[in-house]
């Protein structure tokens, strides 16, 4: 690539200009306390943690998948979360608009990017909110498996301090069965382990 390419150079700029951009992910705060359960963790730890562990446990899933786009889609998947904010999994009422806030978000913040990129990323956002192919399915399963683990190390803290009821992990968490065996097993094992300690109400 020749050092004075004008289009190099705009690709980079916006790049750049993308990359700055999405640093604001480091101040949206999650519900979900970090395993010590002395604060509550930011979008960037989150989505960290779940590329990571997309490499780990691919292995306990049930169809194959293509482990460079999970990890992309973890690594993008709440950025919309700039402009739309986090909305908690057991909240309706936030539940209710969030479509429509992370739509225009991810139209904004992915328009940043070079054309090629910025379509890329945005389809692989809508595959992931789509929840249909093996990949998404995996990237969903990361993305409720790392919280339910998160809030085991750190007792059952978050779950406690909303007073949140088996049956609204497990309904959030209905497709995981179909995705891995396993580590719906493991889900419902950490569930009932803090039912009996007080900290996840029963139904």
Known sequence: MEKNNP????????????????????????????AD?????????????????????KEHMAEDVDLGRVMTMVLIHDLV????????????????TKRE???????????????DQGIYFRELWDEFE?????????AHLLDNFQP????DASEGKSWEEHGVHKS????????IP???????????EIMDKHIAAGRLKAD
């Open 37 to 57: 359960g002395k604060r509550k963790e930011n979008d960037a730890e989150h989505s960290w943690h779940l590329a990571l562990a997309a490499v780990l446990l």
């Open 101 to 115: 806030r992370e739509v225009k978000a991810a139209k904004r913040i992915f328009g940043i990017l070079p054309e």
């Open 168 to 175: 609204q992990v497990c309904r959030r968490n209905a497709r």
């Open 81 to 96: 979360e700039i402009d739309a904010g986090d909305t908690y999994a057991y909240d309706m009422e936030g539940a209710a």
């Open 7 to 34: 289009e190099a150079k705009s690709r980079l700029k916006k790049q750049i200009a993308f990359l700055i951009e999405v640093d604001k992910v480091k101040n949206i705060f999650r519900q979900t306390y970090l």
């Open 178 to 188: 179909e995705t891995s065996e396993i580590v719906w097993e493991k889900m419902l």
């Open 148 to 151: 339910l683990l998160l809030n």
């Open 130 to 138: 789509e929840y249909e192919t093996a990949d998404a399915k995996y």
